[in-house]
Antibody, heavy 118, light 107 residues
Framework: EVQLVESGGGLVQPGRSLKLSCVAS????????MNWIRQAPGKGLEWVAY????????YYAETVKGRFTISRDKAKNTLYLQMTSLRSEDTALYYC???????????WGQGVMVTVSS | DIQMTQSPASLSASPEEIVTITCQAS??????LVWFQQKPGKSPQLLIY???NLADGIPSRFSGSRSGTQFSLKISRLQVEDTGIYYC?????????FGGGTKLELK
């Protein structure tokens, strides 16, 4: 069974950093691209970042470029999102999602909440 | 960036009705269009990929179509469990962009 489990969220002050993790199981992690998507409270979905299966291709939304870094560890079957210089507008539920070669997100985690507030 | 204009923002329909949700892409995206359903308090679930292909385990009352840069999600014979918010996503280019969502309520 494919599972994606996010962790690392919490309450953080503006300007500080936080690192999210997404542990994958039930599939060959190293063969799939992965995404982070977020959802602010009561709002729609916003794509955040993508990393290809071999980490060769990485893309970011303009709203996080230069502040967030997506990475992955094949040995640990884990996807990461390092978030720095956090702003109040980064407050959201963060999901990781698997991307198939056909370009669709077929499995999502349950999400982890990040709250940026003083 | 490619803009995805989704409509309507909300709709209310009765069981067994047919509803259609549309997403208009700001430029050609081929068939790189995906539809998701998000039920309250849950993660999004894949419904349709490559504009017209039904995802595994999704009832056949859901269908997707494309006409140029306009994409549609049709739900036939609406069921109570279809309540939720529906999103489209373009996967043609980066940044990937979602539509604003359509909130579907059953009467």
């Amino acid at each position: 069974e494919v599972q994606l489990v996010e962790s690392g969220g919490g309450l953080v002050q503006p300007g500080r950093s936080l690192k999210l993790s997404c542990v994958a199981s039930g599939f060959t992690f190293s063969t799939y691209g992965m995404n982070w998507i977020r959802q602010a409270p009561g709002k729609g979905l916003e794509w955040v970042a993508y990393i290809s299966s071999g980490s060769s291709y990485i893309y970011y939304a303009e709203t996080v470029k230069g502040r967030f870094t997506i990475s992955r560890d094949k040995a640990k079957n884990t996807l990461y999102l390092q978030m720095t210089s956090l702003r109040s507008e980064d407050t959201a539920l963060y999901y990781c999602a698997r991307e198939t070669p056909g370009g669709y997100f077929d499995y999502w985690g349950q999400g982890v909440m990040v709250t940026v507030s003083s | 960036d490619i803009q995805m204009t989704q409509s309507p923002a909300s709709l209310s329909a009765s069981p067994e009705e047919i509803v259609t949700i549309t997403c208009q892409a700001s430029q050609d995206i081929g068939n790189w269009l995906v539809w998701f359903q998000q039920k309250p308090g849950k993660s999004p679930q894949l419904l349709i990929y490559s504009a017209t292909n039904l995802a595994d385990g999704i009832p056949s009352r859901f269908s997707g179509s494309r006409s140029g840069t306009q994409f549609s999600l049709k739900i036939s014979r609406l069921q109570v469990e279809d309540t939720g918010i529906y999103y489209c996503l373009q996967r043609y280019s980066n940044p990937r962009t979602f539509g604003g969502g359509t909130k579907l309520e059953l009467k």
